[in-house]
């Protein structure tokens, strides 16, 4: 028979070893960067073979995984997972919906709701242009947040670590990048509130979108307009690009007020 002193005993240990996991995930979701043992210890107090045990049983269930090259750490698939259920549960889409659907019917271009999930984007809602040419998007999978108007209106408001890790990502993957065109178009895009793209995933396609913001200004995700590249003339581009970045405005006002 256990006694109510060895239970208590049982439940303080279950208890100060659940607060450790939960301390080290979210040092992980306040983190710009991978973090490695020694950083976590130091950070929460903890010895190194604590640290270790965590990261492993978190590795274990895929919710940190190691930077590849690196002894550290990051957020792994199903801490994504994770955070793409607690979007679901805010339920910002329905928030959104009555917004994006004004813009839709406002620019008859397709008009998209993305959010920020770790260091990717997710489309989480579209609705489609009512006109037979249109631009269709696939809910789910994850987008970098260096290419597509919709990923790099975000990342203009995201802190600068965010926008160094995008550097080095596309230094890696387009030997002709130009880094200094890049950053200047994020801080043109942090000045005007928007960002527009043409082709630049080779669908043929052209956006303009831009962010919505927490009750503290964090960038939590942003919307779009896009269609056909050829249906997206310069001047055509500022109507729509006043028309999105109004909706996304209202956008982060509904949130702010939502109960």
């Known amino acids: 028979m256990t006694s109510d002193t060895g239970e208590t005993r049982q439940a303080s240990t279950g208890t100060e070893a659940a607060d450790r996991v939960a301390d080290v995930l979210l040092l992980f979701a306040r983190s710009d960067d991978p973090l490695g043992v020694s950083s976590i210890a130091r950070a929460l107090g903890l010895s190194k073979a604590v640290v270790h045990r965590i990261l492993q049983s978190l590795m274990s269930r895929s919710l940190v995984q190691v930077v590849p ?29 009555p917004i994006l659907k004004r813009l839709r019917d406002a620019t008859r271009e397709t008009t998209t709701l993305s959010i920020l999930v770790g260091r990717h ?19 789910g999978p994850r987008f970098p947040l260096h290419s597509g108007a919709s990923s790099r209106s975000i990342l203009a408001s995201l802190p600068p670590a965010f926008a160094d890790e995008a550097v080095r990502e596309l230094r890696r993957i387009r030997p002709d990048f130009d880094e200094d065109a890049f950053r200047g178009e994020l ?25 919505f913001f927490d009750s503290v200004g964090n960038a939590l995700g942003s919307i ?13 581009e500022r109507d729509h690009a006043a028309l999105v970045v109004s909706a996304a405005e209202q956008i982060t006002e509904a949130l702010r007020s939502a109960p």
């Open 69 to 97: 090259g690196h002894a550290t750490y990051r957020l792994g698939s199903s801490a994504i997972g994770l955070g793409t259920r607690a979007w679901s549960q805010l339920d910002v889409r329905t928030v959104a919906a």
């Open 224 to 236: 779009s307009a896009s269609g056909p590249e050829f249906r997206y003339p310069g001047d055509h």
């Open 187 to 211: 801080t043109a895009t942090r000045r005007r509130g928007y960002t527009i793209s043409h082709n630049e995933r080779g669908t043929g396609s052209a956006s303009i979108a831009a962010p």
């Open 121 to 139: 984007r997710i489309y989480l809602d579209q609705f489609e242009s009512p006109q037979e040419i249109k631009m269709a998007i696939q809910i």
